[in-house]
């Protein structure tokens, strides 16, 4: 009788130890350096025209002496484009970067980075014939918001962190919304990043004429 009771009560701990494990939130320090840590680097260190960006939100970085460091890429990218540039239109990217399409209809760019103009990173979505531009990482969770889900249903596109699910409207970058139906991964991000919750999207605008592509800052 006494094995049986001491059976069942181990039973009861391991159940309990289970739903402790499986609902348990990480800090947000922890849940943040997630992408670091699980996600080998796989942008470029140096680019000599924009390019369309493949990678996370860890970058290499090369010294004066050629070594190769790993550094955090921050969704505060600082910096202006020349906004004035090419007819108010700003930086010209012909050539360096990919446009949306059916297939891929949301991708990342990087550009910048020369000539004393800054590098930014960026994800940009194409509905109809209209171009909609955002930071290239969430700014609730900072992973990688260029990997997301675009939602044309309301009357302006809204482009969807694939992590905590937050939607940003495609013209101005505000998270609005309901949220899709959220996995495990979307609630412990949202509970790791609630102070986060109203940080806006830094938004820019893209612009395609005769097949010569401009971007510049909203």
């Known amino acids: 009788m006494a094995r049986t009771h001491t059976g069942i009560c181990t039973q009861i701990t391991l159940m ?48 004066k002496k050629g070594e190769v460091v790993e550094a955090d890429a921050s969704p505060d990218y600082g910096g202006v484009l020349p906004s004035s540039a090419n007819g108010g239109r700003g930086l010209e990217v012909t050539g360096g970067v990919t446009l949306p399409s059916a297939e891929k209809p949301i991708v990342g760019w990087v550009v910048g980075g020369q000539d004393g103009i800054p590098e930014v990173k960026m994800c940009v979505a194409k509905v109809a014939q209209s171009y909609y531009a955002l930071d290239a990482f969430c700014p609730r969770c900072g992973f990688d918001l260029w990997k997301g889900k675009l939602d044309t249903n309301g009357p302006t596109p809204r482009i969807c962190c694939p992590t905590c699910k937050t939607p940003f409207n495609g013209a101005d970058g505000r998270p609005e919304g309901e949220a899709e ?35 510049r800052e909203r």
């Open 181 to 215: 139906e959220l996995d495990l991964t979307a609630r412990m991000a949202r509970m790791a990043t609630a102070q986060g919750a109203d940080k806006r999207a830094k938004p820019y605008a893209v612009t395609v004429k005769e097949s010569r592509v401009f971007v």
């Open 16 to 63: 309990l130890l289970g739903v402790v494990l499986l609902y348990s939130t990480p800090s947000a320090d922890a849940f943040l350096q997630m992408p670091a840590r699980l996600r080998a680097p796989t942008l470029p260190t140096a680019q000599p025209t924009p390019t369309t960006l493949f990678g996370s939100r860890r970058r290499s970085q090369r010294t």
